[in-house]
Each structure stands twice: as C-alpha cells, then as structure tokens.
C-alpha cells in the first residue's frame, strides 16, 4: 500500500522537489545579500541598543537608526512581493496534493479495485493521509526554516514579526498552514468527489479562513495594551520594538478621538505651536508588544492543528461512506 502510495504520487513529489530548488535558487543569493547588507550597515548593533521598551526618548542613535532603516528597505523593499509568494505556497498543498488525494481516486474508479484486494478503507486512508502527510510536513519545515532566515533582515529593518505578512511567514505557523490546506484538500475530496470542484473549495476554504483568523482572532489572542503620550515630549514609540500597532489616533483632553488614524509631532525642542486636536491632546496608540511573537505563534499554530485533526478525522469517516 505504501509502494502504491508512492507511486501514485511521485510525479507530484518531483515537481515540487524541482519548485523548491527553483525557490532556493531564488532565496539563497538574495538572503545572503541581505543579510550581509543588514551586517553593513550595522542595523543589528543599532536596533539593539535601542532596546525593546515600547516608547523611548528621542535621540540622535534613534534618528540615525530609523535612516539606516530606510536605506535598507530603499534597496531591498522590493522582496516584500517575493514574501506574498511564500503565503500563497501552502495553499497550492491543499489544491495539487490534498483535493485529488481522494477525489481522484473516486473520480477515476481506483479506489475500489484497492478496496478489493483486502485492503480495508481505513487501511487505506490511513496510509494515504499518513504517508502524504509526513512528506508534508518534512518539507514544510525545511520550508519554514529556509524562509524565516531569508525574511529576517526585512522583517528587523522594518516593522516587525507580528504584523501581517511578516508574521504569515516566518516561525512556526507556516507549517501548520500547510498541513491544514492538505487536510482541507482532502476532506474536500471526500464530499465534491471530482478533483476540479474539490481544488476550488480547498482554494477558497483555505482563504476564507485564513482571513478570518488573521483579521478577527490574531488581534486578539491577549489584550491589546494602550499608550498615550504628548506630542510635545520627547517620549515616542521604540521604532526597534517590533510592537504590532493596531490603532491610532490622537484624543482631546477629554479622552475622545478627534484625529483617527492620525498622530501630532514628535515636536522640536521649540514645541509644535497650537495643537491642531486642541489643548491637552495626546496621541494614542492600541498595540501587541513585538515580545508576544512566539505566544501568538503557538496559540494560531495550535487553532490550526486542531482544524486539521479534525479534517482529517471526518475525512477518514467520510471514506467509509463512499460507494
């Protein structure tokens, strides 16, 4: 069973062996040339001794820093459209591997000429899910790993790992993401038993609940914190924090938002004059510290490990009804 398994699938097997050496032929030099960038630069020493601490005072280390910055995004921003590519890649699991896994079979009629030769449904689901799974998986962390080293220096230079697209792709919930589209591919074969119509829903599937994780369960993971400082001090969000701004606005003396999605300042040593938001206004900032990377890591890839056991658990029963 697991000889047949392979041989089924090892077409598809060397066709993403050869995409993913495509890949790194792509993400290798172009790492290595950022990354020794990055070290010329010197970002690394700079942000580093801006420290993590959300707001800090202003200082000519910070104004230096943040030019650096721009100087590398100004030569390498381009490769954030390279990034787009690597959120796309485990859904296309879920299209070429997971929808014919099974729909496939039904489609063609294989399936019972297997089912015959004493090989029970379970068997053979098991085998299948389980072979096709592991290979998966292996090549999802190679995957992971391969690009959070390419996307790091990016990521430092900028904004930081938790916000999107940044986070889609580095860490640990790449691979998670792609077990759940081969999972989702495969319990959509079990019900639209045609691989045309099973990759379509596998596609859509996947993006609609991505979406909805990343837009109204990510934020939300941990309560947001806030900060409110003056315009006219010399206190202003840490650029090197890697905080996830969620909001912003600057609020009236009496705590209302005037000026959404708006900030004043930061002023010269002379002040900023009259205050556009009237006296006593403050900016406003609603925010995900850039330390809770790892915990929002863990809880999304936990929510998408469970989706695919239970995927792969009605799809397993889903076999068993098949005619």
């Not at 014919?100 to 063609?108: D, N, T, W």
Request: aromatic share 12%; charged share 10%; hydrophobic share 50%.
């Amino acid at each position: 069973m697991i000889w047949l398994t392979w041989r089924q699938h090892r077409r598809q097997a060397l066709f993403t062996l050869v995409a993913l050496g495509v890949l790194a032929a792509i993400m290798v030099p172009t790492g290595l040339a950022m990354h020794a960038k990055y070290d010329s630069l010197g970002l690394g020493a700079c942000r580093a001794a801006l420290g993590s601490a959300s707001m800090i005072t202003q200082t000519e280390a910070m104004a230096r820093c943040e030019s650096l910055g721009h100087q590398f995004q100004q030569e390498f921003g381009g490769m954030m459209l390279v990034a787009v590519l690597f959120v796309v890649l485990p859904v296309l699991v879920g299209v070429f591997f997971g929808a014919p896994l099974v729909a496939r079979e039904v489609e063609q009629g294989t399936h019972r000429l297997v089912w015959t030769q004493d090989v029970s449904r379970l068997h053979w689901a098991l085998v299948k899910f389980g072979l096709l799974g592991a290979i998966t998986a292996v090549l999802a962390i190679g995957y992971a790993l391969g690009v959070s080293w390419w996307f790091r220096p990016l990521v430092t230079a900028s904004t930081g790992r938790l916000n999107y697209l940044s986070f889609d792709v580095q860490g640990i919930v790449p691979i998670a993401y792609t077990l759940f589209a081969l999972a989702l591919g495969a319990f959509a074969g079990t019900y639209w038993r045609k691989v045309l119509p099973a990759m379509g829903i596998a596609l859509v599937g996947f993006a609609a609940v991505r979406v909805a994780v990343e837009v109204f369960a990510r934020p939300r993971y941990l309560p947001a914190r806030t900060l409110s400082f003056s315009p006219d001090g010399q206190r202003t969000p840490n650029p090197a924090s890697g905080d996830w701004v969620l909001d912003l606005g600057v609020r009236n003396a009496a705590g209302e938002m005037v000026l959404p999605n708006s900030q004043i300042g930061p002023c010269p040593p002379g002040g900023c004059g009259a205050n556009p938001a009237g006296p006593g206004a403050q900016n406003w900032l609603q925010y995900q510290p850039g330390d809770r990377f790892w915990i929002f890591q863990g809880v999304e890839t936990g929510i998408f490990v469970l989706l695919t056991a239970a995927l792969v658990f009605f799809a397993i029963r889903r076999v068993r009804t098949i005619a």
